[in-house]
């Protein structure tokens, strides 16, 4: 009995240091010990105590997940583990505004081969030629703007 009684305890308290630890290791771990003690529930009581176990298994299980995912984050002490703070910046500005830059001409800063850099207007961009390999201070023009580069090639 003790050692059921262990079980059963062993995995209500994974199941509960499941919901501050990331990960399903925990969960895993405890509903594995909960399965472990209904067994021997089974084997040393008989089914009828076993469906009771069982059943106190599967609620208490119910309930850590309703716990998770439904009262902890619309709780205070839940809200403070939870980070609601979104980025709105990017890592890059975008290469620039498709309407300014396409159908200028540009010259090749760097060799592209086929990706490399230009200059458009006095400023630097990354580029890729669609011509292929390119020389350094080839004369190009602006096709297309890509998600991170302009896209160009040869006059």
């Known amino acids: ?29 405890g509903g594995l010990a909960m399965f472990s003690a209904t067994v021997l529930t089974y084997r040393d009581f008989g089914f009828t ?10 609620g208490l299980l119910g309930l850590a997940v309703y716990l998770e995912l439904v009262w902890l984050p619309k709780s205070r002490f839940g809200r403070g583990l939870v980070v609601q703070s979104t980025v709105s910046a990017t890592s890059q500005p975008p290469p620039a505004v ?27 961009y990354e580029a890729f030629c669609q011509s292929g390999h390119a020389a350094k201070g080839t004369a190009l023009h602006v096709v297309a703007v890509d998600n991170f580069r302009l896209i160009v090639a040869k006059l």
Do not use: K, N, W, Y
């Not at 001409?105 to 081969?113: G, H, N, R, Y």
């Open 1 to 29: 009995m003790t050692l059921i009684l262990t079980l059963f305890s062993a995995g209500i308290v994974l199941l509960a240091a499941d919901l501050f630890i990331s990960g399903l290791t925990l969960a895993i771990v």
């Open 98 to 124: 498709a309407a300014e830059v396409v159908g200028r001409p540009a010259e090749a800063a760097t060799t592209l081969a086929p990706s490399g850099l230009v200059i458009v207007d006095g400023r630097r």
């Open 49 to 58: 105590a076993a469906v009771l176990a069982g059943g106190a298994a599967v």
